[in-house]
């Protein structure tokens, strides 16, 4: 049982390229998050999968794009990256998305550049 | 709208002695609260959540956490740190700010914790 795995795990870009994060859970869980961390800022939501099939934004969803593959994937890609986009992001997931508390768990992390 | 604020951003104790990292929160909702840690390098992992059953929470490791509505507050407590406890601790809120939304949480900036021997 991994959890929540991502890869990669450590990224450099230059600005202008395009990059795909991926994400897996072994969970069975129905919802799922990309969040990105930058310092003195806590987590901040990128978009979320509240289930297969559907996607929402967050709070900063702008540069962005995502595919819940299918209920264990979900992928955050980068179509043009921004030195802006430099941090680190992480992948988590929930068993479900309804109100509550149900416990989010989250990946490893991948640590961006973008030069 | 819901937030978190974090009191402290960086909290250094002596080993052996009691740790307190201070949150304050705000929400629409009765809300739930986590407290998250971060090693250096690592993802994040959960310490203690509060889902409006018993007020103070036990988590992991020792700590525990005494959620007091009259204060909206969710202060994270252990009674004698050690070594180990060093990293970043972020208090959590979660609710619904929409219909149809997700279980979406609204992160703290974090408290860094050095602990010294």
């Known amino acids: 049982n991994a959890g929540v795995t991502q890869t990669p795990k450590f990224q450099v870009l230059k600005t202008g390229q395009s990059m795909t994060l991926q994400c897996a859970q072994d969970?069975?869980?129905?919802?799922m998050y990309w969040y990105r961390q930058d310092p003195g800022m806590g987590l901040r939501l990128i978009y979320y999968?509240?289930?297969?099939?559907?996607?929402d934004k967050g709070e900063v969803p702008n540069g962005y794009n995502v595919s819940r593959l299918n209920k264990r994937e979900f992928s955050l890609r980068l179509e043009s990256a921004a030195p802006s986009q430099t941090s680190v992001y992480f992948c988590?997931?929930?068993?479900?998305?309804?109100?509550?508390?149900?416990?989010?768990?989250f990946g490893p992390g991948t640590r961006l550049t973008v030069l | 709208a819901q937030s978190v604020t974090q009191l402290d951003s960086h909290v250094s104790v002596s080993e052996g002695t009691p740790v307190l990292l201070r949150c304050n929160y705000s929400?629409?909702?009765?809300?739930?609260l986590f407290w998250y840690v971060q090693h250096p390098n690592k993802g994040l992992q959960l310490l203690l959540k509060?889902?409006?059953?018993?007020?103070l929470v036990k988590g992991i490791n020792g700590f525990e956490a005494e959620f007091k509505k009259s204060e909206t507050s969710f202060h994270l407590t252990k009674p004698s740190a050690h070594m180990s406890d060093a990293a970043e601790y972020f208090c959590?809120?979660?609710?619904?700010?929409?219909?149809?939304?997700?279980?979406?949480?609204?992160f703290g900036t974090g408290t860094q914790l050095k602990v010294e021997l």
């Open positions: 509060y889902t409006s059953a018993a007020t």
């Open positions: 999968s509240a289930s297969e099939g559907t996607t």
């Open positions: 959590v809120v979660s609710g619904v700010e929409r219909t149809g939304g997700g279980n979406k949480l609204t």
């Open positions: 969970m069975n869980h129905n919802s």
């Open positions: 929400s629409s909702y009765s809300p739930s």
């Open positions: 988590a997931s929930s068993r479900t998305s309804g109100i509550g508390a149900d416990t989010q768990y």
